[in-house]
């Protein structure tokens, strides 16, 4: 089956780092997904990193993958306040013949003074 | 491109009515999606399309639940009749699928806020 699970929030303070975490089910996903919604707004890629790679970095955010345990992470370094919005995992799943997005269903962090 | 973009952007009805939600995918995508989002259900895939061909549409909710994709630029969401229960934000987004596993960005409109009282 496909399910994507997140904890639904998570509260940090301004300068710290956030880690967002999420557990995934088809084993056989190729590209695994982090998006972000901010308020009023549609989701937004944010990141993404391929099934064969265990760890990718851009500025500010480390996405760390653990294909054993399909359990993939978002962190945030020097997390600010316009970091607070809602972030999806997703996982990439192949059905009938075409790629499908299967969403979690979001973790809002809100970060505070 | 403009983007994925919705219609109406927010909508008021009373339960009972029909509601119809509209999406035009960016041009040149060849699959769209249907999501509703609840706070008490985070992001659920409602039906997608490919090639304007419905592939799965096990996350509608009921009958009272449609859409359809009479071309490649056009889609709808209908409601008939509308319940209190299905106030929600309804999310349309596209991308370029291909038959292979390779990545995927869906682009997301802006989403239409519908509320039924």
């Known amino acids: 089956g496909e399910d994507v699970e997140q904890s639904l929030f998570l509260s940090v303070r301004e300068g710290d780092s956030s880690v967002i975490n999420c557990t995934y089910t088809d084993s056989s996903s190729t590209y695994l997904y982090w998006y972000k919604q901010e308020p009023g707004a549609g989701l937004q890629l944010l990141t993404y990193?391929?099934?064969?790679?265990d760890m990718k970095q851009d500025q500010r955010l480390t996405v760390l993958l653990n294909k054993k345990d399909k359990h993939l992470s978002l962190r945030i370094a020097d997390t600010q306040t316009g970091d607070s919005a809602i972030y999806f995992c997703a996982e990439s799943h192949l059905d009938g013949g075409y790629n499908k997005l299967i969403f979690g269903a979001g973790t809002r962090l809100a970060v505070h003074p | 491109d403009a983007g994925v973009i919705q219609s109406p952007r927010h909508e008021v009805t009373e339960m009972g009515q029909e509601v119809t939600l509209r999406c035009k995918p960016i041009?040149?995508?060849?699959?769209l999606f249907w999501y509703r989002q609840t706070m008490m259900r985070g992001l659920e895939l409602l039906i997608y399309?490919?090639?304007?061909?419905?592939?799965?549409d096990s996350g509608m909710p009921e009958d009272r639940f449609s859409a359809k994709m009479p071309n490649a630029s056009f889609s709808t969401l209908k409601i008939q009749p509308s319940e209190p229960r299905d106030s929600a934000v309804y999310f349309c987004?596209?991308?370029?699928?291909?038959?292979?596993?390779?990545?995927?960005?869906?682009?997301f409109g802006q989403g239409t806020r519908l509320t039924v009282v």
């Open positions: 990193i391929f099934s064969n790679m």
């Open positions: 987004a596209s991308s370029f699928a291909v038959t292979a596993p390779m990545n995927t960005e869906a682009f």
């Open positions: 399309f490919n090639n304007n061909v419905p592939i799965d």
């Open positions: 041009s040149g995508h060849n699959s």
